[in-house]
Every structure is written in C-alpha cells, then in structure tokens.
C-alpha cells in the first residue's frame, strides 16, 4: 500500500465553484503535511504546511484527521489560475517527504 | 529569495553513456534531494543528503549515484544510462524538516 494516497482526478469545475481533496497516508506516526503545488511542466512549490488545528490562507483551508489519516484541501471561488496538481505530501521522521501522486485540478470559464 | 539551479533543462544522451546532472543552490541548506517523475508514478526519491559527503538512498536508488563535496552542490550521476531512466529529473534543498525548494527540472531522455 503506498504511503500517501491521492485522487487523481481530475476534477473540472467552473469557476467559482468550491472544491476539496481529500488525501490518505498510511504511516500514523506521520509528523508533518504539506499540500504542493505543481503547474504543468513546472517543478512543485509549497500551497500550504497543514497543522493539527486547521489552518486557511485566503481562499484555501487545509484541515487534518489524525485519527482517520487524512488530509484534506479545500478551495473556495476557484479561479481559473487554480488549474493545476495538487501533492498531498507527509513527512515521518527523517529529512525525506513521502509525495501523493497529486490531483489534477481544472477550472473553467 | 531561494533558487534552486540545475544544470540543464533539457539532456539527450545515449544508451551506455555516464551522465552527470548538477544541481546548486543558494540558500545555505543543509538537505538536498534527487527525485524523477514520471507520468502516473509521481515523484519518486532517488537519493538525499544532509550534510557535505553524507546521503541516503531513497526509493530508487539503482542505475544511480551521487556526489556533495560542497554544501551548495548536489550531484547526480548516471553511470550508465538506460532507456527506462529517461524521465524528469527534479533537485530541491531544504532547511532542516522544512518546505522544500525544487529546481526546474532537466527532462533526460536515453535514447
């Protein structure tokens, strides 16, 4: 089972529209969670660091389930410059981050 | 503001040929990294250091070396390429556990 868990997607939504991904990762000794960002033929760079109460960076909420395992990121009155993957990434105890194999997002006039 | 460069954005080589991709970074960090990504497989590490002269193996680590002899220069070497190793190859640094700063990318194709 692999360690980070993602929907691939993609998901199409018109802009405006809210949409959430969720992400699932196996190890629950797990320490840290990121949500990347990656444009297309681009190299990923951080949205978000996801924290244990939640945390919301304008139109973007990041929540985490340490119970369930899961992370969660939502995004509000998409833009067409959202269009992008989404890594859900977590980090054990070394220096490594464990990658999701992201979710492809697309936003619609 | 962090940069992360590598030396090439787009490698051809052949069959058999040893191929060295560099990648340098300016932030004084002591961790940098080696992924490939590849179509439906996601980022994959190849091998990570944290310190000068120190790395790790990563997820996939075979058909690949490396090499830091200077904190701000993170080498990776294929010492003989194969088809199956043409991909996109991705270097990051970062300061302790925190955020990671990629490079652009070198897209190396084996032919």
């Known amino acids: 089972r692999k360690e980070v868990e993602q929907d691939p997607g993609p998901f199409n939504v018109p802009e405006g529209a809210t949409v959430a991904f969720n992400c699932t990762y196996s190890?629950?000794?797990?320490?840290?969670f990121f949500w990347y960002r990656q444009d297309c033929r681009k190299e990923p760079k951080l949205l978000m660091s996801?924290?244990?109460s939640g945390n919301e960076d304008g139109r973007f909420t990041a929540q985490l389930n340490r119970a369930s395992q899961y992370i969660s990121l939502l995004i509000r009155d998409s833009k067409l410059s959202d269009s992008a993957t989404y890594l859900c990434?977590?980090?054990?105890?070394?220096?490594?981050?464990?990658f999701g194999k992201g979710t492809s997002l697309l936003v619609t006039p | 503001d962090v940069k992360v460069t590598q030396s090439s954005r787009y490698l051809v080589k052949r069959t058999g040929e040893k191929v060295f991709l560099e990648c340098v970074q300016d932030?004084?960090?002591?961790?940098m990294f080696w992924y490939r990504q590849d179509p439906g497989l996601g980022l994959r590490l190849i091998y990570f250091?944290?310190?000068?002269?120190?790395?790790e193996k990563g997820d996939i680590p075979e058909g690949y070396s490396v090499s830091r002899e200077k904190k701000e220069r993170f080498s990776l070497i294929l010492e003989s390429a194969s088809t199956n190793q043409t991909s996109m190859y991705l270097c990051?640094?970062?300061?302790?556990?925190?955020?990671?700063?990629f490079g652009p990318g070198t897209r190396l194709t084996v032919t």
């Open positions: 932030m004084d960090h002591e961790n």
């Open positions: 990434v977590v980090t054990n105890s070394g220096y490594a981050l464990n």
């Open positions: 990051a640094s970062s300061f302790l556990r925190y955020e990671q700063y």
């Open positions: 996801v924290y244990s």
């Open positions: 250091s944290y310190d000068v002269k120190m790395k």
């Open positions: 190890n629950s000794a797990s320490q840290s």
